[in-house]
């Protein structure tokens, strides 16, 4: 393959991905008449149509479709394999992309990421909160932050945290007028913060455990968010119990806004993980940032 002809189909995968030739241009410097020249050219050569056209959008054609899926992993391989290549130099440099929900964000990629941004000043690190379970290679992410037990097998996964445990939590307000659950077939008699996943759409289920006894408990109540913070505020107002990571409600239980229930049906669990393809050649900066991050307690 040419040249020419690799470039072309990057402005393709550009084009089709942004679903805009106005987008794709701003987004590889261009203006938006090469690469309408450049798709024509491309199509020309091929003898198809890659894209449809309306005064609305851009969108592929099915043999658009069939080239992108082609596409988007090759040449993901090469940029990924580039970037690693760029990263053999002597200093840390380059840029690592990695996905998170924003509770491990916080309390560890940022605190890890920024010693080492102040000490490379060559090295780019961007981090995406998003609380879906993100196809890293698809997305083109360097690695993804996620609780343990959702690490797909096929990834090599890095300990970067201790244990987690849930808590289940209610106002002192709420315990009062409400007798506190002894048992999870309790929560029939309690309203509930219901929490809504991003990944699924559908309401967690309170995952309990005691003496190897697994359960997951569908719950009612008022109030349902797709956000734990909000959660904690409707819990500390009195408007039910809530089921969230222990970290997040230390804050509360710490002051006497929220109080533990359950909590002998709580154990710990794998906590985080940083998790990327068994196929990247870490190069000096990602393996550099995995050293910082991994968990030593």
Same mark, same amino acid.
């Given at each position: 393959?040419?040249?020419?002809?690799l470039?072309d189909?990057?402005?393709?995968l550009?084009?089709?991905?942004?679903?805009?030739?106005?987008?794709?241009a701003?987004?590889? @410097?261009?203006?938006?008449s090469?690469?309408s020249?450049?798709?024509?050219?491309?199509e020309?050569? #091929?003898?198809?149509?890659? #894209?449809?056209r309306?005064?609305?959008?851009?969108a592929?054609?099915e043999? @658009?479709e069939?080239?992108?899926?082609?596409?988007?992993?090759?040449?993901?391989?090469?940029?990924?394999?580039?970037?690693?290549?760029?990263e053999?130099r002597?200093?840390?440099a380059g840029? +690592?992309?990695i996905?998170?929900s924003?509770?491990a964000?916080?309390?560890?990629?940022?605190p890890a990421?920024?010693?080492l941004?102040?000490?490379?000043?060559?090295?780019?690190?961007? +981090?995406?909160v998003?609380?879906?379970?993100?196809?890293?290679?698809?997305?083109?992410y360097?690695?993804?932050?996620?609780?343990?037990e959702?690490?797909?097998?096929?990834?090599?996964?890095?300990?970067? @945290?201790?244990?987690?445990?849930?808590?289940?939590?209610?106002?002192?307000?709420y315990?009062?007028?409400?007798?506190?659950?002894?048992?999870?077939?309790?929560?029939?008699?309690?309203?509930?913060?219901?929490?809504?996943?991003?990944s699924?759409?559908?309401?967690?289920?309170?995952?309990?455990?005691?003496?190897?006894?697994?359960?997951?408990?569908?719950?009612?109540?008022?109030?349902?968010s797709?956000?734990?913070d909000?959660?904690?505020?409707a819990?500390a107002?009195?408007?039910g119990?809530?089921?969230t990571?222990?970290d997040?409600?230390?804050?509360?239980?710490?002051?006497?806004r929220?109080?533990?229930?359950?909590?002998?049906?709580?154990?710990?669990?794998?906590g985080?993980?940083?998790?990327?393809?068994?196929?990247?050649?870490?190069g000096?900066?990602?393996?550099?940032?995995?050293?910082?991050?991994?968990?030593? @307690?």
């Amino acid at each position: 393959m040419r040249g020419d002809e690799l470039a072309d189909l990057n402005v393709f995968l550009a084009v089709a991905e942004e679903n805009s030739f106005t987008r794709a241009a701003a987004k590889l @410097g261009t203006s938006q008449s090469a690469l309408s020249y450049t798709i024509r050219r491309l199509e020309t050569r #091929l003898g198809v149509r890659l #894209l449809t056209r309306t005064t609305r959008r851009v969108a592929p054609t099915e043999a @658009g479709e069939r080239l992108l899926r082609t596409l988007r992993p090759a040449l993901g391989d090469i940029e990924t394999e580039l970037r690693s290549l760029g990263e053999l130099r002597e200093r840390p440099a380059g840029t +690592i992309r990695i996905t998170s929900s924003v509770h491990a964000a916080e309390t560890l990629l940022w605190p890890a990421c920024a010693p080492l941004l102040r000490q490379y000043p060559e090295l780019k690190v961007e +981090i995406t909160v998003d609380h879906a379970l993100t196809d890293i290679v698809a997305e083109r992410y360097d690695a993804g932050v996620r609780l343990g037990e959702q690490v797909a097998k096929d990834m090599v996964a890095v300990r970067i @945290g201790p244990d987690c445990r849930m808590a289940v939590v209610g106002s002192p307000a709420y315990l009062a007028e409400n007798p506190p659950p002894e048992t999870p077939q309790d929560l029939v008699r309690h309203r509930c913060i219901n929490l809504r996943m991003s990944s699924s759409g559908g309401l967690y289920a309170w995952e309990l455990e005691q003496n190897g006894r697994e359960l997951r408990v569908r719950v009612e109540g008022q109030f349902t968010s797709n956000r734990s913070d909000l959660g904690l505020v409707a819990a500390a107002d009195g408007f039910g119990l809530m089921c969230t990571l222990e970290d997040l409600a230390a804050p509360y239980l710490a002051d006497g806004r929220l109080v533990r229930v359950l909590e002998n049906w709580c154990p710990p669990f794998p906590g985080y993980h940083l998790y990327y393809p068994s196929r990247r050649q870490p190069g000096a900066a990602f393996a550099m940032l995995v050293d910082a991050l991994r968990y030593r @307690g």
